[in-house]
């Protein structure tokens, strides 16, 4: 529930703009949310605000415990989407990824003879977790977030096409202010 919540959320009432430039221009995000995932910290704060109205509270029948685990990782894997940190999750995953070893039995890649094992050979894994799962959600919330170009091309074309448009306007908007 609570990453079905995220994905919902991470760009709830997204104005169009980037962190960088709300950050450069003083906007009152980047003033309230002190620099750090401005927007990741807008859209979560403003859906948690939405559903504290009774209309709109998914969460009601929730006792405030789960509710408090619950709030942690949205907000967890909301923040986890700022492109900021785009390169030091791909680091993290990499370097935590648990190397594959190669089964001694099958070093040799021979085919089972009558009475051996049939056992595949190859890479078996060194263990089953390598990353604590509420970052391991958040991480995948994050690579949802920007997988569109493997949506297939008319997605990922009309996406696309909504990312230039964003961004020409903030840059009509730079050069209106002389940036």
Do not use: C, W
């Amino acid at each position: 529930l609570a990453l079905i919540f995220a994905a919902i959320a991470h760009d709830f009432r997204h104005p169009g703009l980037t962190n960088s430039y709300l950050i450069a221009t003083g906007d009152p995000l980047a003033l309230t949310y002190n620099d750090k995932s401005v927007l990741e910290s807008y859209h979560v704060a403003e859906a948690f605000k939405l559903v504290q109205h009774d209309k709109f509270n998914l969460f009601q029948a929730m006792d405030a415990k789960h509710h408090r685990e619950l709030r942690a990782l949205v907000v967890r894997a909301v923040l986890a989407t700022d492109m900021a940190d785009h390169f030091a999750q791909v680091t993290e995953l990499v370097s935590t990824a648990p190397k594959p070893v190669t089964n001694k039995m099958h070093r040799r890649h021979r085919r089972p003879t009558a009475g051996s094992s049939s056992e595949p050979s190859g890479p078996v894994s060194a263990g089953p977790s390598h990353i604590e799962r509420d970052r391991f959600l958040s991480i995948m919330l994050h690579m949802t977030d920007i997988s569109h170009p493997f949506r297939g091309l008319d997605a990922h074309i009309h996406f696309s096409a909504g990312l230039r448009d964003e961004f020409f306007a903030q840059g009509d908007l730079e050069r209106a202010r002389g940036a």
